[in-house]
Each structure stands twice: as structure tokens, then as C-alpha cells.
């Protein structure tokens, strides 16, 4: 396995120096891993802060800027950062109006924004969390960690940041996110496994002519493996699952936003095609879809693969969608 | 009695241990989690280690919060949260005496046991580190060694278990057939405790 890394201990530095060099509009701090937007303090809007194992580019990192995130605190690969991290990204936020933790449902994710949530309310700041659980290949039930946070996380960290920007209140920049995540389902498939930079092979072994269907974001294998699909087959199971999940949400005649994500080492190409399936299911299926996003915007190092996210979005979702956002990885409007 | 030196060994042999495992660790990691778990816990015991080294900490108490403290601050993911309290908790019950009798250290093991099955809301059976502390604890009464042991098997036991906690739960039926790498780690920490008290 080739890797354009000098080695798999400094990847994550290594990668925040580049970030540091590429955005000079970025305070990053590379030795204590937060990346915190420029004069993120200024206007006294809410912080919000964000973060997860790194593997996933352009997410959390890429998602920091005007109109999105305040701060992003990477892990090492494929592992939540620490309550440190946390810590000092909300206290480099927080204006005073109080801080909000957007967090995907893993167990350590999970375990050390909460750590960091004691530990920042100890200090005095107020502090709400949104745990993102969109992904419907989990069973949600007593018996399992519950749902995975997947694509739903940039649907989360946009509006959100759209209505902290505002000038929203914590209360409300949270219902929003809570909401958004409500509405959100998501679906993933592999292609073939990634390889982390430490261990160097493979995650999991996908014969030629498999693939792997209800994936999540960490190389690990899905529900279920079955002979290769085309991408019209593909398509139709991912948005089928996706709608079915989502009928829970409400009757399904309102418009969605439609995240198409490739996991890392699908070309361009394939999404597009593969896109063009999945709105010819949602087309057939009577679902008018407001807004499209298409690329790699939650990613699993090297896997193939892709996913799909749907969110049921109604006109003030959608204001906050079409608001403003100026990020290394997200822009328009400004 | 057991006093801090006692402890300090306990550590250094467990970051030992860990070193050694790590590969294996991550092995048992890559077909039900995400490949890390021994890099994961090398990068938090050589942290420990360091700190150790840097630090006074004289009593059995305090060199269990120091390495459950840093544990938190440096690993990450599950485990950091997860090992950390175990440490945390445990030095805790300990106070501030400058010696404990085993008597103590078990009740105090007990605790920080416990500590971890609330936080990570698991039970035994579900396939996590759980799976190899509970007997390991129960077994404290017997000998140092009787509790690794049965760490070990418990350890050996989560095979044919459906995972419902953690990474691997995401798996569900997949998930059966995998010794569950926590589990494999938390009978190296026991292990390590029972080397040292052989050794002492």
C-alpha cells in the first residue's frame, strides 16, 4: 500500500500544517489539534464546535468559517478527539452566549464531548449538544450503541451555523439542530474497504464482485455483503431505505435537500451517475428535491463507496440552507 | 500493604504488555471495529508512562488518578474515556493513603469497575471490556492471579457473543465469531496487576 504521508504517526499534524498554509483564514493550532475560525469571538454569536476522528475530510476542518462551524477539534484517524481538544476549542468560541457541541453517535465521540461538556460548564459555559443519529442501517434499539451520525452532520453544522450567524440564541441554534437531525436519514455503501495510515492494510476484505451495503464512516463493514449492483440497483436500495425510514418523519409530500457523498476513492464520475439514479428513484417516488450537494464531503480515507442523505426541509430549513457560507470546503452566497 | 512503587510497577508493566499486544490489539480490532485499538492504547501508556516519570505522585491513589487522567487527555475514542475512569475511579476509592491493604485495592477495583459499566452503559454480555473486568473483579477475593485468569477467559468468551455496545454493535450478527478487543485489553491490564504482585 502506497500513502503520500511521512508517516503514519504525524499524518494528522502533518495534514492541519497543510490546512494551516492552504487557509490562512484559520487559526490552527497544530500541536493542540483545534482549528478555530479567524475572530471566531467577534459579533457575540454562539460557538459552535464540532469534531470526530480525522479520515473523514473535508469534515469537521473543512467545514469552519462564516456561516458554519466555529471551531473543529480532529482526532487522530478514525478516533474522537479528546476532552482536552473539546475544551479549548469552546473556550476560544465562546463570546458569552454559550457554545454548541454537534456530535456524531459513536460511543467515544460520545463519551468525550460529554467529559468535555462537564468539564466546560465547570468553567462557567453554557453548553448544549446535538447528537447527530441519521444513519437508518443501524437498528435503533436498547440492544445496540443506536444509530450512527453520518451525512446528517453537514446538514446540521450548515444550518445551524447559518442561524448562529444570525444571531439565534443557544436555544434555538440547538432546537434547529436538533430538528435538522430529526429530519435527516442516510444510507452508505462500499465498494471495498479503506486502509488507515497505522495499519497499513486494509480495514476489512471485500472479494472482487461484492460489495458491502449499510456501511458506516470507520472502514467498518456493513450489515450485509452481496454480489456487485449496478448503480441504478444501488441507488434504488439507499433511497428506498432512506424513504421508508424517513415516512416515520411525516407524509412525505414536502421538498428534501439531497446529499449524494462519495466515501473517498469514488471518482467524480461515478457520483455524478450514481446521482442521476438517485433522483430518478426520488422523482419516481414523488419526492421534489430542493437542493443538491454532490462530491465528498464525509469521507473514510480511501474507501470506495457513497452514500445517501436526505432531509426533510421546510422554508425555514431551507432560508437557512441558502444563507451564506464561506468554509475551505463549503461556499456560496458570499 | 501496597505502596506507590507498587502501583508505579503495575503501569510500566501494563504499558509493557500493551506495547506488546498492540498489533494483536488492532488485529482483533480491524474485522468488528476500526483497526486502531492498539495504537490507541500504546499512544495513552506511553503517555502514562512519561507522566509517571515526571510526577511525584507518592501514594497508590494518586499515581492511579495521574495515569487515569492522562489516559482521558491522550487516547481518544472509547477506550480513553473508558480506562481512564476505571484508573480514575479506582485511585479515587484509594485516598490518600501512602499504602493500601489488597483488601482495599479490591473494593477499590470493584468501584472503578462499576464506575465504567455506568458510563459506558453496558452490562456484561454485550461483548465489551465488561465481559473480562466483572469476573476479573469477583475473583480479587481468590488471588491476583485468579483474576487475570479469569479476565482471560472472559476475555475468550466474548467469541460467540452478538456485540451490543461499541463500534461492533453496528455489525450486529457479524459481529459474532471476534474476541472483542477491549475486553482482550482490560485482561492485559489484570494480567500485568497479577505479574506485579507475583513479582512483589
Known amino acids: 500500500m502506497r500513502m503520500l504521508l511521512n508517516s503514519p504517526g504525524t499524518v494528522v499534524a502533518d495534514a492541519l500544517r497543510g490546512m494551516a498554509a492552504a487557509h490562512p483564514e484559520l487559526d490552527v493550532d497544530v500541536e493542540r489539534r483545534v482549528v478555530v475560525r479567524r475572530n471566531a469571538r467577534d459579533g457575540g454569536r454562539v460557538g459552535l464546535v464540532s469534531g470526530g476522528g480525522s479520515g473523514h475530510e473535508p469534515l469537521h476542518a473543512g467545514f469552519v468559517g462564516y456561516g458554519m462551524l466555529s471551531a473543529a477539534c480532529p482526532g487522530e484517524v478514525f478516533t474522537s478527539p479528546v476532552p482536552d481538544q473539546v475544551l479549548r476549542a469552546a473556550a476560544a468560541v465562546d463570546s458569552g452566549q454559550g457554545v454548541l457541541f454537534v456530535v456524531k453517535n459513536y460511543t467515544g465521540d460520545v463519551l468525550n464531548f460529554e467529559m468535555a461538556a462537564e468539564l466546560a460548564e465547570e468553567d462557567g459555559l453554557r453548553v448544549e449538544r446535538v447528537l447527530v443519529d441519521d444513519d437508518v442501517a443501524v437498528t435503533d434499539s436498547l440492544y445496540t450503541a443506536g444509530r450512527r451520525g453520518t451525512g446528517a452532520t453537514l446538514f446540521v453544522e450548515k444550518i445551524a451555523g447559518a442561524a448562529a450567524e444570525e444571531g439565534a440564541p443557544l436555544e434555538r441554534v440547538a432546537d434547529l439542530a436538533r430538528r435538522v437531525n430529526a429530519a435527516s436519514r442516510s444510507f452508505g455503501v462500499a465498494l471495498g474497504a479503506c486502509t488507515t495510515p497505522a495499519k497499513g492494510s486494509p480495514t476489512f476484505d471485500l472479494p472482487d464482485g461484492e460489495l458491502e451495503l449499510g456501511v458506516g464512516i470507520h472502514g467498518e463493514p456493513g450489515r450485509e455483503r452481496r454480489p456487485m449492483m449496478t448503480a441504478r440497483e444501488i441507488a434504488e436500495v439507499a433511497v428506498g431505505a432512506v424513504l421508508e425510514d424517513l415516512a416515520q418523519v411525516g407524509p412525505a409530500d414536502g421538498p428534501v435537500l439531497a446529499l449524494v457523498n462519495g466515501t473517498g476513492a469514488t471518482p467524480l464520475l461515478e457520483l455524478y451517475g450514481f446521482h442521476a439514479e438517485v433522483a430518478r428513484v426520488l422523482a419516481e417516488r414523488g419526492v421534489p428535491v430542493a437542493r443538491t450537494l454532490v462530491g465528498n464531503y464525509v469521507t473514510s480515507l480511501d474507501m470506495a463507496g457513497c452514500s445517501v442523505t436526505l432531509c426533510r426541509a421546510d422554508e425555514e430549513l431551507l432560508r437557512l440552507w441558502d444563507a451564506p457560507v464561506r468554509t475551505a470546503a463549503l461556499r456560496w452566497g458570499c | ?121 453496558a452490562a456484561p454480555g454485550d461483548k465489551t471490556m465488561l465481559d473480562a473486568l466483572v469476573p476479573a473483579v469477583a475473583e480479587l477475593g481468590t488471588s491476583y492471579r485468579a483474576a487475570a485468569d479469569a479476565a482471560e477467559n472472559g476475555a475468550r468468551a466474548t467469541v460467540p457473543m452478538l456485540a451490543r455496545k461499541g463500534r461492533a454493535s453496528y455489525l450486529g450478527e457479524r459481529s459474532i465469531g471476534h474476541q472483542d478487543p477491549g475486553a482482550t485489553s482490560a485482561a492485559l491490564l489484570l494480567g500485568a496487576l497479577a505479574d506485579v504482585a507475583e513479582a512483589s
Open chain 2, 1 to 121: 500493604m501496597r505502596d506507590a512503587q507498587f502501583f508505579r510497577r503495575w503501569m510500566t508493566v501494563a504499558a509493557a504488555a500493551v506495547e506488546r499486544e498492540a498489533d494483536r490489539l488492532t488485529e482483533l480490532d480491524s474485522p468488528i471495529g476500526d483497526a486502531d485499538h492498539g495504537s490507541n492504547l500504546l499512544r495513552g501508556f506511553t503517555a502514562v508512562r512519561a507522566a509517571l516519570e515526571a510526577d511525584s505522585a507518592a501514594s497508590p491513589g494518586a499515581v492511579l488518578t495521574l495515569a487515569g487522567r492522562t489516559l482521558i487527555s491522550t487516547v481518544g475514542g472509547a477506550s480513553g474515556p473508558l480506562y481512564g475512569t476505571l484508573l480514575r475511579r479506582t485511585g479515587k476509592e484509594l485516598g490518600e493513603a501512602a499504602e493500601v491493604s489488597d483488601d482495599a485495592l479490591r473494593k477499590a477495583l470493584y468501584a472503578g469497575v462499576g464506575a465504567v459499566a455506568q458510563l459506558g452503559g
